[in-house]
């Protein structure tokens, strides 16, 4: 592994010229950064990963192996992507058709998690805190604080900012079981009310 800048890029990887890398951040083995994407702070890059042209990481990111990230997304700071989860960025491809410049754009909000081997169809928005199970295949927005599995993906329950199943009582009232934060259910969305 050689220390670049103030990031770290094991010697296996291929990080092109123009690519914005922050601060702490580690890429290892196997891993392609396109130039003009832009890699947070603080993020881990892990092996065999591509990152193509265009693409945000916020800081804090964690990447698994075999992850492929496509032109047009977004990850807001703090979002997991699980081994081998791929996001598209053209809804109809063909190989004699070129579509460059239709690429749909994808953003996950801050604190998601997407499963191992689960795929984002282009032009869909994950809420923040929101949970894709492993092997689901998203192709409509899921909602903040969301659980979603299956394929295509559905919303099967909620999840709280440190990832506990939430419970909801009667009144659409639940609370984290680990941290105390209370959450409200109403008309299909959840909210964090209060932080302990």
């Known amino acids: 592994m050689e220390k670049e800048n103030n990031y770290y890029v094991h010697e296996t990887a291929v990080v092109d010229a123009g690519c914005h890398v922050?601060?702490?951040t580690k890429i290892w083995h196997f891993s392609h950064l396109m130039a003009g994407c832009s890699v947070g702070a603080q993020c881990n890059v892990g092996q065999n990963v591509f990152i193509a042209d265009g693409v945000v990481l916020g800081d804090r990111v964690k990447v698994q192996n075999n992850v492929s990230i496509y032109a047009g997304v977004t990850?807001?700071?703090d979002v997991?992507?699980?081994?081998?989860a791929v996001f598209t960025n053209v809804v109809n491809p063909?190989?004699?058709v070129c579509r460059k410049g239709q690429y749909a754009r994808t953003r996950v909000g801050r604190g998601?998690?997407?499963g191992a081997n689960a795929t984002i169809v282009c032009g869909h928005d994950i809420g923040e805190y929101a949970f894709v199970g492993?092997?689901?295949v998203v192709t409509h927005d899921v909602p903040a604080f969301a659980l979603v599995v299956g394929t295509p993906a559905r919303v099967i329950g909620w999840m709280s900012r440190r990832g506990h199943?939430?419970?909801f009582d009667s009144h659409g009232t639940a609370r984290c079981p680990e941290t105390g934060?209370?959450?409200r259910l109403a008309d299909g969305q959840v909210t964090l009310v209060t932080e302990p």
């Open 75 to 77: 990850c807001a700071d």
């Open 112 to 114: 998601a998690t997407v």
């Open 94 to 96: 063909r190989s004699e």
């Open 165 to 167: 199943r939430l419970a």
């Open 80 to 84: 997991f992507l699980g081994p081998s």
């Open 134 to 136: 492993a092997g689901a």
């Open 22 to 24: 922050g601060d702490g």
């Open 181 to 183: 934060e209370t959450y």
